[in-house]
């Protein structure tokens, strides 16, 4: 079951919740993804409601989302899960399956072929309409050198070498699974 919601009532508790850590979650074929994120953007863009999600060069979040540009933001208000924010978010979808090794409950998206997560509940569906690398020339020297660290290498979860590629993700549809 899915409860609709509008955005707009949800939108203080979304980033709050962002703050200590959501999930993103991509497909490709048969193969389902998640990893934490703790930075991210509600937007209007175009006249339609986004959110802008920032993904390091080497994430396999990447892989799929070049492969199947849609995402959908999975959020527990109480939170609760944090250990598998901290999995999720050390973890890469290259060596480990951890939808499977969380034991995380998967319900089909509605308009997205990306499912939602029922531990997760609060649930943002969104397709990629537009992304941009991030301009390496307009980042501030203090920024490049905290997040940026060029002898850190990429597999690392933590700031590494790696840019960010922004994708604004259009919200196609909002609801809690219940
Ligand atoms: C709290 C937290 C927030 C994170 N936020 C981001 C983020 O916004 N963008 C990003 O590229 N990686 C972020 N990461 C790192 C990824 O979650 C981590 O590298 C993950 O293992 C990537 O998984 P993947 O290779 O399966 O995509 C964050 C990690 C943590 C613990």
């Not at 969380?102 to 397709?127: M, R, S, W, Y």
């Not at 990629?128 to 490049?144: F, G, L, R």
């Not at 050198?145 to 979860?157: A, G, H, L, M, T």
Request: glycine residues 6%; hydrophobic residues 35%.
């Amino acid at each position: 079951m899915k409860k609709n919601i509008n955005i707009d009532d949800y939108s203080n508790q979304i980033m709050k919740t962002l703050k200590k850590g959501v999930l993103l979650t991509t497909k490709s074929g048969d193969v389902v993804n998640t990893m934490t994120i703790s930075w991210g953007a509600l937007a209007i863009e175009w006249g339609k409601p986004m959110f802008i999600v920032f993904v390091r060069e080497n994430r396999f979040t990447k892989k799929l989302l070049e492969e199947n540009p849609e995402f959908t933001i999975n959020i527990n208000l109480d939170g609760s899960y944090k250990s598998v924010l901290g999995f999720s978010g050390t973890k890469s979808g290259k060596d480990v399956n951890k939808i499977k090794e969380l034991n995380l409950t998967l319900e089909d998206g509605d308009q997205v072929n990306v499912p939602a997560i029922k531990e997760f509940p609060l649930t943002l569906e969104c397709k990629v309409i537009y992304k941009q690398k991030q301009d390496i020339t307009e980042i501030t020297d203090d920024n490049k050198s905290r997040f940026y660290p060029q002898n850190v290498e990429s597999d690392f979860y933590g700031a590494n070498k790696d840019f960010h590629t922004m994708y604004f993700g259009e919200i196609v549809a909002s609801y809690v699974v219940e």
